[in-house]
């Protein structure tokens, strides 16, 4: 078993910064794929970024030039800086990993953006 545990969300105002960190712990022989999802109320959870083992990135078109995402392979952690916030940021953000097959999940962190 895989655990992640997400970190970093909060109540900022639009147009500020915030930074989201998923910790992965337990039996990590191999993390491959990583994400970060969102889903708001009365919405589809939906990719936000994703990064491979290899360090290649994608972002959905509507974070793009906005939202970084990065991993510490030696910490075992996954980061999404995230800049020049919306409203329509505000969310439950996952995380998410692969490994063997199996894909793992955190419990989410509120990110609430006030416009």
């Known amino acids: 078993q895989v655990q992640l545990v997400e970190s970093g969300g909060d109540l900022v105002q639009a147009g500020g910064s915030l930074r989201l960190s998923c910790a992965a712990s337990?039996?990590?022989?191999?993390?491959?794929?990583m994400g970060w999802y969102r889903q708001a109320p009365a919405k589809q959870r939906e990719l936000v970024a994703a990064i491979t083992r290899g360090g290649n990135t994608n972002y959905a078109d509507s974070v793009n030039g906005r939202f970084t995402i990065s991993r510490d392979y030696a910490k075992n952690t996954m980061y999404l800086q995230m800049n020049s916030l919306k409203a329509e940021d505000t969310a439950v953000y996952y995380c998410s990993a692969r490994q063997w097959g199996i894909d793992y999940w955190g419990q989410g962190t509120q990110v609430t953006v006030s416009s």
């Open positions: 337990g039996n990590i022989f191999r993390l491959n794929d």
